[in-house]
């Protein structure tokens, strides 16, 4: 059986402007799931990026 080596992931620090009622609605859905609210952010980020289309339509 392989062995488990625990991975810090890399991450970068960045700042960005929210409207308030998004951040209350990201804080109690966080809450309800017992996750950070900067875990649920990165998840709804990686959520979308892996299911956005690549091509715009005009």
């Known amino acids: 059986m392989p ?3 625990p991975k810090k992931p890399e991450k970068d620090v960045i700042s960005m402007r929210i ?3 998004t951040l209350q609605e990201i ?3 966080a809450a309800k799931f017992e ?3 900067n875990e649920l952010i990165n998840q709804m980020i990686d ?3 892996a299911n956005m289309e690549d ?4």
């Open 27 to 29: 804080d109690k859905r």
């Open 47 to 49: 959520y979308a990026l």
């Open 19 to 21: 409207s308030v009622d």
């Open 55 to 58: 091509s715009t339509s005009e």
């Open 3 to 5: 062995k488990f080596v």
């Open 35 to 37: 996750i950070s609210r």
